[in-house]
């Protein structure tokens, strides 16, 4: 974990630690991981070198795809606070300033606060986890995400009974983010999950890909990453997380209700009111190349399906 934020993160403003970290816990937290994962693998390069990688160990559920290129990953990008073009991150995100950053926590659980992300992140141990990502306009990559599992921050903070969903929040800076300028979207760009969506194990927060530091137009310092649901779901650079018993407005369903649901689950017989989704185009194959057929459930279906069972996902969308 050193190394990948540095420890002189400002300390300002931060809920006292001793409030959110109970020693005991955060261990037990880091040795299942551990547990589950096996041995950490260090990927390091010696120390002080500037190019130092992160410390991972290899997750669960990675597939067996061969990743896409980091230039790939950090070329194709949808982060509208920086343009709606494609390459409009990569051109306009270096500008955001992701140190010192805080994520405040709050609603219904047991430890809010406003916390410092260095501490957020202390005892964590970090995974590679190489996911699919779907996009609703029907491309997609292979991602090496580092990160680590959503819930296991839930659990740290305490989530009350009466919580049933997770509502996220993007940082508000225009002044740094020249695409809220404009009012096309109701700033902050906000998603949520259900509860046992949050919960689930292969929702993670990313801080990092290729085992560096998440590059800002990916959403820098800490984004979500949803594998089963379209891409938009997967909020980046978040400062707000909040556990509520109401559902959570989320921005694309805000502004077209009728073509972004809430559930948003990668769903091959559901089309888009604009164009199918029974077919993906993989970023890097070369825009001739022959599209993959989608899977459901972006082929996580084995671990999520049973989440959805009884409910009808032609309305639920
Ligand atoms: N804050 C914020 N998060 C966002 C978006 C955005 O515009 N703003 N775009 C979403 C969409 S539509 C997609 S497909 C993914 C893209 O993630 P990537 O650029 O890392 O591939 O980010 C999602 N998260
Ligand atoms: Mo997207």
Same mark, same amino acid.
């Given at each position: ?34 547990? +589950? ?167 993670? +927060? ?88 989608? +899977? ?22």
């Amino acid at each position: 974990m050193k190394g990948h934020f540095g420890t002189n993160l400002g300390r300002e403003e931060i809920t006292p630690r001793e409030v959110f970290f109970d020693r005991r816990r955060m261990m037990v937290g880091a040795l299942a991981v551990g547990a +589950l994962a096996g041995p950490a693998r260090t990927f390091a390069a010696g120390r002080g070198d500037a190019m130092q990688k992160i410390d991972v160990v290899p997750g669960r559920y990675s597939t067996d795809e061969r990743p896409n290129s980091l230039k790939d990953i950090a070329s194709y990008n949808n982060f509208y606070e920086f343009g709606t073009g494609k390459n409009d991150p990569a051109r306009h995100a270096g500008k955001l300033t992701t140190r010192p950053w805080t994520v405040t926590i709050d609603g219904m659980v047991d430890n809010p606060g406003r916390y410092d992300l260095a501490s957020l992140l202390e005892g964590v141990r970090l995974e590679e986890r190489i996911y699919r990502l779907r996009c609703v306009e029907a491309w997609s990559m292979v991602v090496p995400w580092v990160g680590f599992e959503l819930r296991t921050l839930l659990k740290r903070i305490g989530v009350r009974s009466s919580a049933k969903y997770v509502a996220f929040e993007t940082l508000l800076r225009p002044e740094e983010m020249p695409g809220q300028k404009s009012r096309f979207i109701d700033w902050p760009y906000r998603e949520g999950l259900r509860l046992d969506e949050a919960m689930h194990p292969l929702t993670i +927060l990313a801080t990092g890909v290729y085992r560096e530091p998440l590059p800002n137009q990916c959403g820098a310092p800490i984004r979500l990453v949803v594998p089963w649901k379209y891409g938009f779901k997967s909020i980046k650079s978040i400062v707000r997380i909040t556990l509520t018993d109401t559902q959570p407005l989320t921005t694309w369903n805000q502004n077209a209700p009728q073509e972004y649901g809430f559930y948003a689950n990668v769903n091959p017989e559901v089309d888009h009111p604009r164009w199918s989704q029974a077919s993906e185009r993989r970023i890097g194959d070369g825009f001739f190349a022959r599209r993959r057929p989608t +899977l459901p459930f972006n082929g996580y279906a084995k671990q999520v399906a049973h989440l959805y069972d009884g409910m009808d996902l032609r309305r639920f969308y």
